[in-house]
């Protein structure tokens, strides 16, 4: 059994920055792909962006390419979003997720979900 909790999600000003965080239970978080995800009121759940377990292979949504970065910290069982240029259309609920490999998570198909932190960017 995995557990991923999701932290940092806030208010913030558009143009803002912020960092979220997914900690992982168990002792093979460095052989999963990860991903965050995100759903916004009245909206179905969209991918983010998703890292490979060794931090390579990272695939962005456009909407957030070049704004957002992905990374993960296999010692700590951690990974992070990086955030900047907030927009208030960025507003949703982020969720992480991992599978065994990134193309599964590619199609929203993840072994484990987490509670999801929320983010509210104000215009």
């Known amino acids: 059994q995995v557990q991923l909790v999701e932290s940092g999600g806030r208010l913030v000003q558009a143009g803002g920055s912020l960092r979220l965080s997914c900690a992982a239970s168990?002792?093979?978080?460095?052989?999963?792909?990860m991903g965050w995800y995100r759903q916004a009121p009245g909206k179905l759940r969209e991918i983010v962006s998703i890292?490979?377990?060794?931090?390579?292979?990272?695939y962005y949504a456009e909407s957030v390419k070049g704004r957002f970065t992905i990374s993960r910290d296999n010692a700590k069982n951690t990974v992070y979003l990086k955030m900047n240029s907030l927009k208030p259309e960025d507003k949703a609920v982020y969720y992480c997720?991992?599978?065994?490999?990134?193309?599964?998570?590619?199609?929203?198909?993840?072994?484990?979900w987490g509670q999801g932190t929320q983010v509210t960017v104000s215009s």
């Open positions: 168990g002792r093979t978080f460095n052989s999963y792909a």
């Open positions: 997720a991992n599978a065994t490999d990134t193309s599964r998570l590619r199609v929203g198909v993840a072994d484990y």
């Open positions: 890292t490979g377990w060794s931090g390579s292979n990272t």
